[in-house]
């Protein structure tokens, strides 16, 4: 496990183009996420050594955790893990540089979730935009089989493409099957308007809209922020 484990932080502390043969597409997001449970579980051990040692309090552990999260997702899974001993550190940890999950229960009973980051800021950021990440479970907390619908009036959606090596415009609305979608804006203007992002929960078989959720963002100086409430169900009818 262990021997496991060191190979994955070399993985994920080397420049993705090292791995990639000639031609072949870089790392996505997506397979950045189909390693999260082992970079989650190695984040683990690794918590619990370093508040043994010293080097991180108890206090900070979950801010701890979502920055090297956010790190893992921003940088392309080869950014650093943060474990000096320097007090106050996290404090100047970005909002673009946390992951934070988003959750709202359905009328039916079932959740929804949207993995993001805390802001994005078009003019520094190294994403393409939002990252959007979403999932459903029913009332026992096991996995739905859905398909969603994004849209918005503002800004664009886009999609990885694995023929480009990079993420494309699909324009104001866009489909997933659980696979990431990224809003895009431009830097809002001054006194814009917060932008919503609809989302339509779909039957994969019939293609019937099951639910509906919006995501509102908030316009915060040059760039939108994501707030803890901003995920909300719409009532039916």
Not at 3 to 18: E, I, K, T, W, Y
Not at 163 to 188: C, F, I, K, L, N
Request: proline residues 4%.
């Amino acid at each position: 496990m262990r021997r496991f484990l060191m190979m994955l932080l070399l993985l994920v502390c080397l420049p993705a183009c090292a791995f990639a043969a000639e031609g072949d597409p870089l790392l996505s997001v997506d397979d950045l996420l189909s390693l999260e449970d082992s970079y989650d579980a190695f984040l683990d051990e690794l918590e619990e050594l370093i508040v043994e040692r010293g080097l991180l309090s108890p206090e900070e552990r979950e801010a701890w955790r979502d920055a090297q999260m956010g790190d893992f997702y921003q940088n392309g899974g080869y950014g650093s893990i943060l474990v000096n001993y320097m007090p106050g550190v996290l404090s100047y940890i970005r909002e673009e540089e946390t992951l934070m999950q988003l959750s709202t229960r359905l009328a039916d009973g079932s959740t929804l979730y949207v993995d993001t980051m805390r802001r994005y800021t078009p003019q520094d950021s190294s994403l393409s935009g939002l990252m959007l990440t979403l999932s459903m479970t029913d009332e026992s907390g096991v996995p739905l089989d859905v398909g969603f619908a994004l849209s918005s009036a503002s800004g664009v959606f886009l999609k990885w493409d694995a023929m480009e090596s990079a993420y494309v415009s699909v324009g104001a609305s866009a489909r997933s099957d659980g696979e990431t979608v990224v809003w895009s804006d431009q830097t809002p203007a001054q006194g814009a308007k917060n932008p919503t992002i609809s989302i339509t929960i779909i039957d994969p078989d019939t293609q019937e809209t099951l639910a509906g959720a919006t995501l509102t963002l908030i316009v915060d100086g040059d760039g939108y922020r994501v707030d803890e409430g901003a995920l909300s169900a719409q009532n039916p009818g």
